[in-house]
């Protein structure tokens, strides 16, 4: 199951090699030119960026074949398909396989990043994302590991019960880091003109606004902004704005230290 669900190894190259990409391009053209590549609270996001880069996937394998195996005895009880041998699309082309997933895979992921903004215990999880200050590419990693348990591994689950083939598993991975590291790149672009379909930074960037983030927030879309055009939870103002301030209201409560972030909001130390 281990090395069906995520190639580890696989990935953490990928996840390198997209960095540097989005890291070069930010050098090359910077939206807000005053931002510096060095800036504060770096290191603390480069400990994101291996911490969940790397063991994401193994929390992932993990949690998924956990959970498919409480999941068999329950459906053959029920005396229906345990959830292995549905693979209803195990036999259709990479590329078909590819798309269904995506689509399947991105759709979860925006309906539980509207939960993470909605249910106020999910939220507490879902801030050390939001206490991002100054949006760079670094940022699309530093998110809590409960998300990787609440998160991550049930949007997966649902391509391993319908028979994913696991190349197709980490090609998606590597598309959806690079599109997420795009979104909170200092790059000033969409996607011409298929801005209402792939997500971009100048969409992702009101994510972040502290003004709306104080209404719920917009732009929940993750790989694809398709959802939040269909579902009126989207924001792009014409004029290439940007937001004055990124985070959350009464930010400076909130934990610095990354031991602090890493257990909150389970216990709370200085
Ligand atoms: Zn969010
Ligand atoms: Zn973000």
């Given at each position: 199951m281990l090395h069906i669900l995520w190639d580890t190894r696989g990935y953490f190259f990928w996840l390198m090699a997209v960095s540097l990409f989005c890291w070069i391009l930010e050098r090359l053209?910077?939206?807000?030119?005053?931002?510096?590549?060095?800036?504060?609270q770096i290191g603390q996001d480069f400990f994101w960026l291996v911490f969940n880069g790397h063991y994401a996937g193994v929390a992932l394998a993990f949690v998924s074949s956990w959970l498919i195996q409480q999941l068999n005895p329950l459906f053959g009880k029920w005396n229906v398909p345990p959830p292995e041998s549905?693979?209803?699309?195990?036999?259709?082309p990479w590329w078909a396989q590819f798309i269904v997933f995506l689509l399947l895979k991105d759709f979860l992921e925006y309906i539980v990043h509207n939960l993470l903004h909605r249910l106020p215990i999910l939220w507490e999880f879902h801030k050390l994302h939001h206490s991002i200050e100054e949006l760079d590419?670094?940022?699309?990693?530093?998110?809590?590991?409960m998300e990787i348990v609440v998160y991550k591994a049930f949007t997966y689950l649902p391509l391993v019960m319908l028979g994913v083939n696991g190349n197709v598993i980490l090609w998606i991975a590597v598309v959806s880091t690079l599109i997420g590291h795009l979104n909170h790149s200092n790059l000033n672009f969409n996607w011409g003109f298929l801005r209402y379909v792939i997500n971009s930074p100048r969409m992702h960037v009101w994510h972040h606004d502290v003004i709306l983030r104080g209404q719920h927030?917009?732009?929940?879309?993750?790989?694809?902004c398709l959802w939040d055009w269909l579902f009126g939870t989207a924001y792009l103002p014409a004029d290439q704005d940007q937001p004055e301030k990124l985070g959350f209201e009464s930010m400076e409560k909130f934990p610095k230290t990354l031991l602090s972030r890493l257990v909150y909001p389970l216990f709370k130390v200085k």
């Amino acid at each position: 199951m281990l090395h069906i669900l995520w190639d580890t190894r696989g990935y953490f190259f990928w996840l390198m090699a997209v960095s540097l990409f989005c890291w070069i391009l930010e050098r090359l053209a910077p939206w807000r030119t005053e931002q510096k590549a060095f800036r504060r609270q770096i290191g603390q996001d480069f400990f994101w960026l291996v911490f969940n880069g790397h063991y994401a996937g193994v929390a992932l394998a993990f949690v998924s074949s956990w959970l498919i195996q409480q999941l068999n005895p329950l459906f053959g009880k029920w005396n229906v398909p345990p959830p292995e041998s549905i693979r209803l699309l195990a036999d259709s082309p990479w590329w078909a396989q590819f798309i269904v997933f995506l689509l399947l895979k991105d759709f979860l992921e925006y309906i539980v990043h509207n939960l993470l903004h909605r249910l106020p215990i999910l939220w507490e999880f879902h801030k050390l994302h939001h206490s991002i200050e100054e949006l760079d590419w670094i940022g699309n990693m530093r998110f809590h590991w409960m998300e990787i348990v609440v998160y991550k591994a049930f949007t997966y689950l649902p391509l391993v019960m319908l028979g994913v083939n696991g190349n197709v598993i980490l090609w998606i991975a590597v598309v959806s880091t690079l599109i997420g590291h795009l979104n909170h790149s200092n790059l000033n672009f969409n996607w011409g003109f298929l801005r209402y379909v792939i997500n971009s930074p100048r969409m992702h960037v009101w994510h972040h606004d502290v003004i709306l983030r104080g209404q719920h927030g917009k732009n929940f879309g993750v790989v694809l902004c398709l959802w939040d055009w269909l579902f009126g939870t989207a924001y792009l103002p014409a004029d290439q704005d940007q937001p004055e301030k990124l985070g959350f209201e009464s930010m400076e409560k909130f934990p610095k230290t990354l031991l602090s972030r890493l257990v909150y909001p389970l216990f709370k130390v200085k």
